[in-house]
């Protein structure tokens, strides 16, 4: 039978773009609550301040005031602070330094942006204009933004309970043993560098509508998220002191998160909380300038390694010391973003016996920094694939060549990295090869050359990289210091006339999942696609859910959908061999029939859904009525996606403006379910990861105030910084979960910045010129080509 | 921020300076200057609303003076709470030099930092809106101080003012009730300076308000 036009492999056109193309999406702010009221937040615009007394008299006067309350009403109410999900601990065993963080500041404020004081009022403007009215007496105090001048003898401290700014001093990896290799390295390759601080910038601004029913007692919170089983759990059990069975968070559509709508904001208890007190509807909905200074940023590493190296340039130990920065309070997850998925990525696709890595994490007053689309992998990968690049060079080996020696071979799975993660399946030299090939690597020197007559410095990089997603097992993690489970929960619920829906906790912003598991879903209960409905982000309609980031909805969530299939098609095989008369063992499901094994006698899955529903021929004695079935499904092991990115530039030495002019991935993200999603998802984090190490980059000036507070002063990639990338995957199948699928969401993200930047290198290796920092500005590129040519004159 | 620039005013430097002092004269000049209050001789306070595009914002400001040298000139620095919009402060030098019988140059250098929204969307607006907002300030004040000087009764009847102060012309004898005309170090009035700083952060504001 040839393979379905709607099951897993087809380019199916995704469901939900004919209502996103047509705006006819259901987006928080499109929704309106009869009674509704607007929230304005007043934020404080310094970086750190003691807040001496709050004047809120003239505000709660304004017209169309409803109510003004502060961070002392919160108090009043014991409304707790916003939880952290992740402890790790000092090189000592302690727990990190853990400060609390309220929703509406209490006595000092520790950001720009920080929340303030909240204006309830009819409309949304005369909240603002009452918000002018609130009188905050401050007294300034110094302030400090990077983590270099955090760590300095002296600096400003962000917080009176954790000394020099340290939350945590963490380690992995086996020390003895990689000082031991540096004694016997021919070579060391060293490389100091910044992973710059991103905004992530989603499309759809985070928003928020708090309503309370005063006849049952009943909170719904309507939130931009990317889980809101998650956001009920912290906001209810740590926040707000809610029940679950009293409090239902829903994220309709979601217009793009990137990780920044994965974490439990202010805002979302800040409208619950006041929809209870006010008794009505209370809505906000952040301007684009609040997203940049209240989204938890992404990235902002500094850090330094080494790499040693025997004399045929094998890899023989692997030393990095990080700082990371976490910003004025901890986020949802922040914690383990530089640490667990971050130096666990460090052997990368090598073998590398021994790695140490330390990671210190230092409190600044900025935006607290959180998990971003690809969250410690591209921090790891970055500086791996820069490294590989500089000893390539500094040993005289090509940088392919270099790769190839190092390589984990396909017949060395599953393989144990020395930073605690297990393989379980890859082909490097195959993705390699493939890239290769496709990016007509061998006729690059005539490019060059081409590039050379037109006055332009060509330069090609590349970067092997591999991470680790699916996220993740339960119990490693609880081991590891995660306070929740990482499971995944889907329930097949078929209807009586054999249509079927589907309920994910993995929720949507953006992927395409109404798709994906609606292939999965035709695939398995050999159904047409358009019987199938997937429905996700209600706490209220589906039993549990982690949520989506990690590219785990494919790989954990869509495996808790195979589980709920596996179910309906056990009992369906029970139904069906009582209606068929034959015994269970007998029967088989293939292609929506259930067969009884070698006869043309069966039973379509329609009419086996209708016999559970409407059971007058029934096996009642032993075989409930319906056809419903929940799982949950705890990953194995992470997912292991790799590939191989490569990149081509064109420089022009008189400005130093950068064009991304090839842009080649080739990804080997296990089984391709939708391959037209699977190129979109790549296209749009190889986009972000250009944007990366060429355009974006967040600055603080030095008493922490935000400079690239628009989208006037932070460039994000447009369509004309962007070449037309081409994409195309390599195969191996995730071992260890039913669809053998990795995860494809964060590849492009994760790969592409050390391609770009090893291409810029290589573009300007004839100013021997051997670093530069992201973002590769014009500004940067020509000041560095300035510095060589004076340094070459001298 | 760092701005400095120079004017040319057509008066007297004696002129000048006591314009620069007068809260009357700001008060005129200064672009959506609502009040100009002196608490002491030292330190103003001042409102100034501004209005870009559709969005307006108002300043309140609170000035103090120092390193007086008068006529020669004085530091101002200063401070403006712009509410939602954010904040501002600086200091600028000023320095009047005699270019002849009625002209008079003013250098000032200024330097201000601003926080808040004014910071996130006008970091990279902030310098040339305060530029133009201290154009206009010394535009007006050129034209207030060129009327009132030629509306002086001129040389003859009245000393005006010491043409060659030595700062210490004690007070003067003729100055009526209506014309407090200092003698000695007084402490200048204000803002000038600093008030088109102030004035760059408030547009500033506006502009970050706008475009939210």
């Not at chain 1, 710059?196 to 985070?206: G, I, K, Q, S």
């Not at chain 1, 910084?721 to 979960?737: D, E, G, K, R």
């Not at chain 2, 204000?190 to 004035?199: D, E, G, M, S």
Request: glycine share 8%; hydrophobic share 40%.
């Amino acid at each position: 039978m040839a393979p379905r036009d709607d099951g897993i492999g087809a380019a199916v056109r995704r469901k939900e773009d004919f209502r996103f193309l047509t705006g006819r999406g259901m987006y928080v702010d499109d929704i309106v609550r009869p009674g509704q009221l607007h929230a304005y937040i007043l934020r404080s615009p310094h970086a750190h301040a003691e807040i001496r007394a709050i004047d809120t008299s003239k505000a709660m006067r304004a017209n169309g005031v409803v109510a003004v309350f502060t961070g002392a009403d919160m108090a009043k109410d014991n409304v707790g602070g916003l939880p952290c999900g992740w402890l790790v601990k000092n090189k000592d065993g302690s727990p990190m330094k853990e400060p609390p963080h309220p929703p509406l500041a209490v006595g000092r404020v520790r950001h720009v942006g920080d929340a303030v004081a909240v204006v309830i009022a009819d409309s949304r403007e005369a909240a603002k204009d009452a918000a002018e009215l609130i009188e905050v007496d401050y007294l300034p105090l110094p302030a400090v933004a990077s983590v270099a001048d955090a760590i300095k003898p002296g600096a400003p401290q962000v917080w009176d309970i954790v000394p020099d700014n340290t939350c945590y001093d963490w380690e992995l990896g086996d020390k003895a043993a990689v000082d031991a290799a540096f004694k016997r390295a021919h070579h060391v390759a060293r490389i100091e560098l910044v992973n710059n601080r991103l905004v992530p910038n989603a499309m759809e601004p985070r928003a928020a509508i708090g309503d309370f029913d005063p006849a049952t007692g009943d909170y719904t919170l309507y939130t931009t998220s990317q889980n809101p089983h998650v956001i009920r759990l912290l906001m209810g059990a740590f926040v707000l002191h809610i029940p679950e069975s009293k409090l239902r968070v829903y994220a309709p559509d979601v217009g793009g998160g990137f990780g920044s709508k994965i974490f439990h904001y202010a805002e979302e208890a800040i409208v619950t909380w006041a929809a209870g007190k006010v008794k009505r509807p209370v809505k906000w909905t952040a301007e684009r300038s609040e997203s940049f200074m209240t989204d938890a940023h992404g990235r902002d590493h500094v850090t330094r390694a080494e790499l040693a190296l025997d004399r045929d340039g094998k890899f023989l130990g692997l030393r990095v010391s990080t700082l990371a920065n976490m910003g004025a309070y901890l986020s949802t997850f922040a914690p383990c973003v530089p640490t667990y998925l971050y130096a666990t990525l460090l052997a990368g696709v090598y073998t590398t016996p021994a790695i140490y890595a330390e990671v210190r994490a230092v409190f600044t007053n900025t935006v607290p920094v959180d998990a971003y689309r690809g969250a410690g992998r591209p921090e790891a990968t970055y500086l791996l694939e820069r490294l590989v690049d500089v000893a390539a060079r500094e040993m005289n080996l090509d940088p392919i060549e270099i790769r190839r020696r190092n390589f984990i071979a396909a017949n060395a799975f599953p393989y144990q990295t020395p930073v605690a993660l297990q393989y379980d399946s890859g082909n490097y030299q195959a993705t390699l090869d493939q890239a290769l090939k496709a990016a007509d690597w061998a006729g690059f020197a005539k490019r060059r050359e081409e590039a050379r007559k037109r006055g332009k410095l060509r330069g090609i990089g590349i970067s092997t990289y591999i991470e680790a997603c699916g996220i993740a097992p339960s119990n490693v993690v609880g081991a590891l210091g995660a306070r929740a489970g990482l499971y995944e929960a889907a329930e097949v619920r078929v209807h009586p006339t054999g249509t079927v829906t589907v309920f994910t906790g993995c929720h949507s912003h953006g992927q395409g999942h109404e798709t994906t598991y609606a292939q999965l879903v035709a695939e398995g209960l050999g159904i047409p696609i358009e019987n199938i409905e997937i429905v996700h982000g209600d706490t209220a309609k589906i039993p549990f859910g982690m949520g989506t980031y990690g590219s785990r909805s494919l790989a954990v969530g869509g495996s808790a959908i195979v589980r709920a299939m596996d179910k309906v098609i056990r009992k369906g095989k029970k139904i069906a061999a009582h209606l068929l008369e034959a015994a269970e063992a007998d029967i088989e499901f293939k292609d929506g029939k259930f067969t009884v094994a070698g006869t043309d006698r069966s039973k379509t899955f329609a009419e086996v859904a209708l016999a559970a529903y409407v059971p007058h021929n029934y096996p009642l004695e032993e075989l409930e009525p319906g056809l419903d079935e929940t799982a949950f499904y705890d990953p194995k092991n992470f997912t292991f996606p790799a590939g191989c990115h490569i990149c081509e530039v064109e420089i022009d030495p008189d400005t130093g403006v950068t064009q991304v002019v090839n842009f080649t991935a080739v990804d080997d993200v296990g089984r391709v379910i939708n391959p037209m999603i699977v190129e979109g998802q790549v296209q749009g984090g190889v986009a972000q990861g250009i944007g990366q190490a060429l355009l974006e980059g967040c600055v603080y000036d030095e008493n922490g105030q935000l400079l690239t507070g628009s989208m006037m002063d932070y460039t994000l990639p447009r369509a004309d910084n962007l070449p037309s990338i081409a994409v195309a995957t390599q195969t191996t199948l995730c071992t260890h979960n039913p669809l053998g699928v990795k995860g494809c969401g964060e590849v492009g993200a994760i790969g592409a910045p050390p391609a770009v930047i090893n291409a810029v290198i290589d573009a300007l290796s004839p100013y021997g010129i051997t670093h530069i920092d992201m973002p590769a500005t014009p500004q940067r590129v020509w000041r560095a080509i300035q510095d060589a040519r004076m340094k070459q004159a001298a | 921020m760092q701005m400095t620039g120079e004017y040319r005013i057509p008066a007297p430097r004696e002129v000048v300076w006591r314009s620069l002092n007068d809260p009357d004269v700001l008060r005129q000049c200064i672009p959506g200057c609502e009040t100009v209050d002196k608490i002491s001789d030292t330190e103003f306070t001042a409102k100034v609303a501004l209005a870009v595009g559709p969005v307006k914002a108002k300043f309140n400001g609170k000035v103090t003076l120092g390193d007086l040298d008068p006529p020669n000139g004085y530091t101002i620095s200063g401070e403006g709470q712009g509410g939602v919009a954010g904040f501002g402060k600086g200091s600028a030098t000023v320095n009047l030099e005699s270019e002849g019988p009625s002209t008079t140059l003013l250098r000032y250098a200024a330097q201000a930092t601003v926080g808040g929204k004014l910071a996130q969307v006008g970091a990279r607006l902030i310098d040339a809106t305060a530029k133009k907002l201290a154009d206009e300030f010394f535009s007006r004040f050129a034209q207030v101080v060129a009327v009132a000087h030629e509306a002086e009764p001129a040389p003859a009847t009245e000393p005006p003012i010491a043409p060659v102060p030595e700062a210490v012309t004690p007070a003067p004898p003729a100055a009526g009730p209506a014309d407090p005309r200092p003698a000695a170090p007084r402490p200048a009035l204000p803002p000038l300076v600093w008030i088109p700083a102030l004035i760059a952060v408030i547009v500033i504001l506006l502009w970050l308000v706008t475009r939210a």
